[in-house]
């Protein structure tokens, strides 16, 4: 079973500081996607990495994808109340078309 | 971007009742539609693959009887919970692949069971 590993799960920083979320995994995926998801909403595709070691930038958010596609990670750089928010990863197996979602992050950012 | 319909967003129901959800794609086709379960301040778990046209794959503890799904059209996939109760109260999301790695998720529907 492939599973997902999402850290932090809770994060409460001020604004303009800077944070990163991880998703660890010891399987392989052929590719990793970020969601959004607000209070009562679907999740929101933000980004999806396919290969290893791609780097991807979305405004103040970077998004990295692990040299052996395991890991990746989602920076925010100065961030803003507008982004709090459930931020999860999610991969897809490899040869399988359905996605492995990690625990998620609830980002709170105090103005 | 694709857009994906789900209906109703919010209903609340006495407990044996059946309560029917619907996915639509609104501008796509999709062969393979995702349902999902959310339960407060928890992630997403994978409740069944639907593929039109053909018996949905349900993930190992969802009972199929229970939760029962029908792909009919590359438009349409529908989410029955039979017999409702309690514990059956959630948020129940619906995702459409449009090609391989992409999933575009409707706006879940948030069921209430009493």
């Known amino acids: 079973t492939q599973l997902l590993e999402q850290s932090p799960q809770f994060l409460s920083i001020q604004e303009g500081e800077n944070l990163t979320v991880y998703c660890n995994s010891s399987s392989v995926f052929s590719s990793l996607q970020w969601y959004r998801q607000e209070p009562g909403e679907g999740p929101v595709l933000l980004v999806t990495?396919?290969?290893?070691?791609e780097v991807k930038k979305l405004k103040r958010l970077t998004f990295q994808f692990g040299d052996a596609r395991k890991d990746s990670s989602l920076h925010i750089t100065a961030a803003q109340p507008g982004d709090t928010g459930l931020y999860l990863c999610a991969g897809e197996g490899q040869g399988a078309q359905k996605l492995v979602f990690g625990q998620g992050t609830r980002l709170t950012i105090n103005p | 971007g694709a857009v994906v319909s789900q209906h109703p967003s919010r209903v609340i129901c006495k407990s044996g009742t059946s309560v029917k959800i619907e996915c639509r794609s609104l501008?796509?086709?999709?062969?393979?539609m995702f349902w999902y379960r959310q339960f407060p301040k928890q992630s997403l778990m994978l409740m069944a693959t639907?593929?039109?046209?053909?018996?949905?794959?349900?993930e190992q503890g969802v009972e199929k009887d229970k939760f029962l799904i029908n792909h009919a059209s590359l438009t349409l996939s529908t989410l029955t919970v039979t017999s409702a109760h309690p514990e059956d109260s959630s948020f129940y999301i619906c995702?459409?692949?449009?090609?391989?790695?992409?999933?575009?998720f409707g706006a879940g529907t948030r069921l209430s069971v009493l």
């Open positions: 501008d796509f086709q999709a062969t393979t």
């Open positions: 990495v396919v290969t290893g070691g």
């Open positions: 639907s593929n039109e046209g053909s018996k949905a794959t349900y």
């Open positions: 995702s459409a692949s449009i090609s391989k790695n992409i999933q575009y």
